[in-house]
T-cell receptor, first 114, second 109 residues
Framework: GAVVSQHPSRVICKSGTSVKIECRSL??????MFWYRQFPKQSLMLMAT?????????EQGVEKDKFLINHASLTLSTLTVTSAHPEDSSFYIC??????????FGDGTRLSIL | QKEVEQDPGPLSVPEGAIVSLNCTYS??????FMWYRQYSRKGPELLMY????GNKEDGRFTAQVDKSSKYISLFIRDSQPSDSATYLC?????????FGTGTKLQVIP
C-alpha cells in the first residue's frame, strides 16, 4: 500500500487564490520530504527540500515567498502556492525519505489555475 | 551535458516481449541507482534500487548497473499491458537524486 499520501489530488481554482497541498508519510517518520514539479512529458524538477523543524531549502529559481513550505511534524509537510496564477498550473509531487530506502512518492496534485 | 540521459521513447512492444530501458549518467560519484514507474496522472512508484554494479532481479524485472560505463538498464521479461507506463531512472543518493526524463512504454495486447 501507499507509504506517502498526498492531498488533494486535483485542484481547480481562480487566479489569485492560495492553494495548500499536504504530504503525509504513513509508515515511517520522515525527517526530510521533497517537493517536485512536473510538466507534461518532462521529468521531475526538484523545487525544495523540507526538513522537519527547520526552514526549507529551495532550489535555484524557485521563489520561496511563492511556494511556502512547512514541515511541522515528522509525518506532515505542506506546500502552499500563494496567489496562484495560470503559469503555476502543474503537477506537484511530494516524496518522503526514510534513511534506509530511496524516496517514496505521493500520487501528486494536479493544480489548474483559471 | 545532462547529468542523466534517457531516451524518451515512446517505445511500443507486443505483449510478451522483453523490454530494455536504458540510461547513461555523467557523475561517477553517484552511488545509488533507481528505477521508478509512473502511470499517467500518478506519482512515481519505486520499482527497484541498487548501489552496486551488476544485476538485481525482482520477478520479471532486472536492473543492471555498469559503473565503468556509467550505464544502467532495466529489463522487463514477459511484458504485460499493465506494464504500460513511463519509466524513470534516477541516480545519486537517496536524498539528492537526479531523474531521467522518462521512457514511455506501451505494451500492445
Amino acid at each position: 500500500g501507499a507509504v506517502v499520501s498526498q492531498h488533494p489530488s486535483r485542484v481547480i481554482c481562480k487566479s489569485g487564490t492560495s492553494v495548500k497541498i499536504e504530504c503525509r508519510s504513513l509508515d515511517f517518520q520522515a525527517t526530510t520530504m521533497f517537493w517536485y514539479r512536473q510538466f507534461p512529458k518532462q521529468s521531475l524538477m526538484l523545487m525544495a527540500t523540507s526538513n522537519e523543524g527547520s526552514k526549507a531549502t529551495y532550489e535555484q529559481g524557485v521563489e520561496k515567498d511563492k511556494f511556502l513550505i512547512n514541515h511541522a511534524s515528522l509525518t506532515l509537510s505542506t506546500l502552499t502556492v500563494t496567489s496562484a496564477h495560470p503559469e503555476d498550473s502543474s503537477f506537484y509531487i511530494c516524496s518522503a525519505f526514510d534513511r534506509n530506502q530511496p524516496q517514496h512518492f505521493g500520487d501528486g496534485t494536479r493544480l489548474s489555475i483559471l | 551535458q545532462k547529468e542523466v540521459e534517457q531516451d524518451p521513447g515512446p517505445l511500443s512492444v507486443p505483449e510478451g516481449a522483453i523490454v530494455s530501458l536504458n540510461c547513461t549518467y555523467s557523475n561517477s560519484a553517484f552511488q545509488y541507482f533507481m528505477w521508478y514507474r509512473q502511470y499517467s496522472r500518478k506519482g512515481p512508484e519505486l520499482l527497484m534500487y541498487t548501489y552496486s554494479s551488476g544485476n538485481k532481479e525482482d520477478g520479471r524485472f532486472t536492473a543492471q548497473v555498469d559503473k565503468s560505463s556509467k550505464y544502467i538498464s532495466l529489463f522487463i521479461r514477459d511484458s504485460q499491458p499493465s506494464d504500460s507506463a513511463t519509466y524513470l531512472c534516477a541516480v545519486g543518493g537517496y536524498q539528492k537524486v537526479t531523474f531521467g526524463t522518462g521512457t514511455k512504454l506501451q505494451v500492445i495486447p
